[in-house]
């Protein structure tokens, strides 16, 4: 059977040797059905491209898997060789989540174990530094019995899924975690007698969209990046009730800061200056922006503090001023950016080949240990830390005796 596309040149080349020849409506009749042919080939195409997926390998969605890649540090700057050593060796904590979030180190006695956040699986989890899994928390997203109206639908490596789980984790100056309940859209705190208190569920009886991630400052204010992640069908949701914004929560009030309009971008990734005199957001384009922070716990003017890769997710500070961020989705990079905003270099997580596809992200991080110098790694099917030289701030080494 002849190919659309050899039946179509031959028809041009009678055409074009015979169009003085043939009547004009001859010559209207040819060309409608050369066009015609052209649009089925263009409809095929599209057809073909719907079931195979896109021809480039990516390690989430359709396609191909990517090429494997090992772990690798990229150094920048020498300044690098300050904060991580050019050898240092990650450590895969446990696998198998396929989405996670959140880090926080909990101190117990000279040790201790982080908490994260298990966005498919509606939990908070407890890793040990010996690599024991254990559920730290039940139900921490969704409290509800209606999962087919919450969350926001994505995809896990090639599997469409549901984010129904906690987002963030914190803790308070009185060593008490917090956390983003993201499809009960309200942001919680665990007492230590073991109870749930609401920190916030919006402002003016509306409610959060989605709680995404918070930094917690010295006064204990909980600032909360929120976006529309907490929504089924997400911003086009009709239970969409607040803005997407930074929200300030302090003595049970909630007050809006700053716009998702004015930062330019989905809220996401959030975090303060060691002196808590500059905030750091993410906004579109791999951007992330510096704003100070009035001695009122508003916002004020902002500078573009730095771009590129790494940037978008989760962030943190170290106890120099060094901003951690995190790009999402994939491939796994850890950017470390300087106070001055100078790109000093990567954490680049592996990158597995093959089927099924196993994603590896970078979603958040945090600073643990009893020195401070362990950081985790939340790599959505995995979780990771890797030893560094310089401190970073740790919530649980700061709790008030």
């Known amino acids: 059977m002849p190919l659309i596309s050899d039946v179509i040149s031959a028809a ?3 055409d074009s040797r015979t169009s003085r020849s043939i009547p004009a409506r001859r010559r209207f009749h040819v060309r409608h059905v050369l066009g015609f042919a052209i649009a089925l080939i263009g409809a095929a195409a599209a057809h073909a491209y719907a079931q195979r997926g896109p021809a480039a390998p990516q390690m989430r969605g359709d396609g191909p898997a990517p ?19 050019p050898d240092a060796k990650l450590v895969e904590l446990a696998r198998g989540f396929g989405l996670t979030e959140g880090g926080l180190w909990i101190a117990e006695g000279s040790g201790g174990y982080w ?3 298990g966005l498919l699986d509606n939990v908070l989890y407890k890793v040990t530094p010996q690599q024991q899994v254990s559920v730290f928390m039940e139900k921490a997203g969704y ?15 090639r599997s469409h899924v549901l984010l129904i789980g906690p987002s963030c984790t914190g803790m308070d100056r009185q060593g008490r975690l917090i956390w983003c309940a993201d499809n009960d859209r309200q942001v919680m705190r665990l007492e230590k007698d073991g109870t749930h208190t609401v920190l916030s569920t919006g402002m003016n009886g509306q409610r959060f ?10 006064d204990d204010a909980v600032y909360l990046a929120d976006n529309d992640f907490g929504l089924r069908d997400a911003g086009r949701s009709p239970d969409k009730q607040l803005q997407n914004g930074i929200y300030r929560i302090k003595d049970k009030t909630t007050t809006l800061v700053l716009s998702g309009t004015d930062l330019g971008g989905t809220p996401n990734g959030i975090a303060l200056s060691p002196d808590g005199k500059w905030m750091y957001l993410s906004t579109a384009m791999r951007q992330m922006r510096r704003y100070a922070v009035n001695p009122d716990g508003t916002l004020g003017a902002f500078t573009v ?11 943190k500070t170290d106890s120099v001023g060094n901003v951690y ?10 950017r470390i950016t300087s106070p001055a905003g100078k790109l000093l270099g990567t954490i680049n997580l592996p990158i597995y080949s093959g089927e099924p596809k196993k994603q590896i992200c970078a979603t958040n991080e945090a600073f643990g240990g009893a020195d401070g110098k362990t950081l985790f790694i939340a790599g959505c099917d995995a979780v990771y830390t890797i030893p560094l030289k310089t401190a970073g701030i740790v919530p649980a080494n700061n709790v008030n005796k």
């Not at 503090?305 to 962030?315: E, K, L, P, S």
């Open 12 to 14: 041009i080349r009678r």
């Open 67 to 85: 090429e494997a890649k090992p772990f690798s540090i990229t150094r920048s700057d020498p300044a690098l060789d300050q904060i991580i050593a």
């Open 115 to 117: 908490v994260f956040a």
């Open 143 to 157: 409290t509800g019995n209606d999962a087919d109206h919450v969350g926001t639908q994505t995809r896990s490596g």
């Open 209 to 218: 969209s989605g709680p995404n991630d918070i930094a917690v400052a010295a």
């Open 305 to 315: 503090f730095t771009d590129g890769v790494g940037i978008g997710d989760g962030q």
């Open 325 to 334: 961020s995190t790009g999402g989705a994939g491939p796994g990079i850890v």
